[in-house]
DNA sequence: TACGAAGTATTCGATATCGAAATATTAGCA
DNA sequence: TGCTAATATTTCGATATCGAATACTTCGTA
């Protein structure tokens, strides 16, 4: 038995101090911060929830991006969505449909090109994982007021719209 | 050339769209979407810039864990926060000690344990990459007011403060 | 004290991921 | 039209990660 592991809010507290003295401005650690590390904590349930469902977090994030997307992507842009080589895709993909959760089909004005979209397999799984995942992030939030949730959404929403200027 | 990549905004407006027509409540998918989207932009962005250093994501994880932690961590431990398998970080631990930047010794108490700790190498390397990260950091957060950026480190620490009662 | 259960790090074989090279198609332009 | 550069996916060899098994220590308790 470990020294008891300390709780996340001390943990951001403490990473916040370092960052601070590392030279970084305090408003801006405090947020990139607790992004961060409710990320994490989202990532660890998330692992949790999807081993009942034999699918790793990997296979996850392909379903998810396709179901978000609300259209058919490429191997190269779930690779960008998902954070992972493009050669890697191939065999991710080649594994999800192998199960029949995606299928590949030719774009038919460039022939370089892929189109992978979700089954309807692919799209019960979303469904099922998602209202299990969906408990855990209300139980999150639940110490927020509606007033404070929707300001919350709208400071997050202000950063997310300025995004693609940055790495541009 | 792939057919534009839609921008951060769209990506963030259908993803809570298909959260909600999925039967997730909206003003918890606004917020959730919007942090899983800022740290995956922010990790494509460490990635590059860790590339320079010749460190892996893997790699640097463990670098901050430990200068965030303020003290010595256990192997387990540095699993735990960096959301990876005890055996691989036998691995990771290996290669970062062999490049000098971690040292293990012993625990006096348990010798089960070891403990994992930053060398001066090790402190070094953290400070220069602190130093470029903050610069991304700051300008994600330029759109906010320094009034803002308050508010959104407290409604986001509010929600840090209830994880651990979640998960136990 | 002695002994079984639990904790901790590592090893090991199987699998996933990476970066570079290969293959094929398309775009730009002289 | 040709020719070069850029795109997109896959293949391939090297490396990283995983889960299970192993070796050892410590804890709880009879």
């Known amino acids: 038995m470990a020294r008891r592991t300390p709780s996340a ?13 590392a030279g970084g401005e305090e408003s801006v650690q ?23 469902l034999e699918v790793t977090a990997g296979e996850w994030a392909v379903v998810t991006s396709l179901a978000k997307a609300g259209e058919a992507l490429t191997p190269s842009q779930l690779a960008e969505l998902t954070n992972v080589a493009p050669s890697s895709m191939t065999h991710r993909l080649d594994k999800l449909a192998e199960r029949g959760l995606v299928e590949r089909s030719p774009d038919a004005e460039n022939r370089t090109r892929i189109h ?3 089954t309807d397999a692919g799209w019960q799984l979303f469904s099922v994982a998602i209202r299990g995942s969906d408990v855990v992030e209300s139980d999150v ?3 927020l007021s509606d007033a404070e949730r929707g300001e919350l959404a709208r400071l997050l929403e202000v950063v997310i719209a300025r995004l693609d200027d940055i790495d541009a």
């Open 9 to 21: 809010q001390e943990l951001h507290r403490r990473a916040v101090a370092t960052y601070v003295k």
């Open 116 to 118: 992978v979209s979700l």
């Open 141 to 143: 939030l639940q110490d």
């Open 30 to 52: 405090r947020v990139i911060t607790a992004v961060q590390g409710l990320t994490k904590k989202l990532d660890q349930w998330y692992a949790h929830q999807l081993v009942d």
